[in-house]
């Protein structure tokens, strides 16, 4: 199964594609979490996504494709896998259909996890995330059991530095410019399906486990 995770920044994509992920025993791949690994590694591809994301800016295209084309040509991805944070251009989605297509093989659902502007920015904030990980809490909805440390491997957690207000308003003018329009390409493929993400996320998760099967 072939999934595609489609949402503002902060719409919940990651916290239902780690549990899709889980449920269906497809790898989560978020471009987002490759790109925060190779910053903190201090990779040349990190030094340079890190100039466009902390802006709230979106990494080119050029490079963007690369490293997903790459990721989904594992070995662990030939039975499908869950996109997170990708496409977000209309360019991006047109290379990923056209490598699909030459497989014989296409997209089974684009998800769009449906939350307006307003929550979006109250969410961010207190979003906290583990670099070490990608493991995503929330100070108020996913506490972690210490203050501070991720649950699953010990690290501090951070607020990301896109994550700040004056970043998260372009991020999300960016969303409505150049990804919001993958609604309609999906929709046009016949394989998108709408969640009401402001509903408690298991209850989010359920919309979708009722999609896919
Ligand atoms: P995205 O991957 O779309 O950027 P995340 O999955 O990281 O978003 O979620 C953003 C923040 O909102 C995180 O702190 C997460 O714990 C929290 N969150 C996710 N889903 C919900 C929900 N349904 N209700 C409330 N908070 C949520
Ligand atoms: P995310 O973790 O998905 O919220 O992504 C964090 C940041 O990484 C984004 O704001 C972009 O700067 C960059 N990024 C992640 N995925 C993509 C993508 N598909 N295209 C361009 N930039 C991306």
């Known amino acids: 199964m072939k999934i595609i995770m489609l949402g503002a920044p902060g719409a919940g994509k990651g916290t239902q594609a780690k549990m899709i992920a889980d449920k269906y025993g497809i790898p989560h791949v978020s471009t987002g979490d490759i790109f925060r ?16 994301m902390d802006q709230g800016l979106l990494v080119p295209d050029e490079l963007t494709v690369k490293i997903l084309l ?4 594992n070995e662990d991805c ?3 896998y869950v996109l997170d944070g990708f496409p977000r251009t209309i360019p991006q989605a047109n290379v990923l259909d ?17 939350v307006p502007d ?7 904030g207190g979003r906290r995330a583990c670099l070490s990980c990608g493991a995503t809490y929330h100070i108020e909805h ?17 607020l990301r ?20 329009p993958l609604i309609e390409f999906y929709e046009a493929k016949g394989v998108l399906r709408t969640v009401d993400g402001t509903q408690d996320m298991k209850d989010v998760f359920k919309s979708i486990v009722a999609i896919l099967g």
Do not use: S
């Open 78 to 80: 030939k039975n499908g």
């Open 37 to 52: 690994a190779n910053i903190k590694n201090g990779t040349e591809l990190g030094m340079e996504a890190k100039k466009y």
């Open 142 to 158: 996913v506490p972690p059991k210490a203050e501070g440390i991720c649950d699953t491997c010990g690290e501090k957690l951070v």
């Open 70 to 73: 790459d990721r989904v040509a």
């Open 98 to 114: 056209k490598a699909l297509t030459e497989l014989g093989d296409q997209i089974d659902f684009a998800i769009d996890v449906d």
């Open 161 to 180: 530095d896109d994550d700040k207000p004056e970043t998260v308003q372009n991020r999300l003018n960016v969303y409505h410019e150049q990804t919001q």
């Open 118 to 124: 307003e929550n979006i920015v109250k969410r961010m």
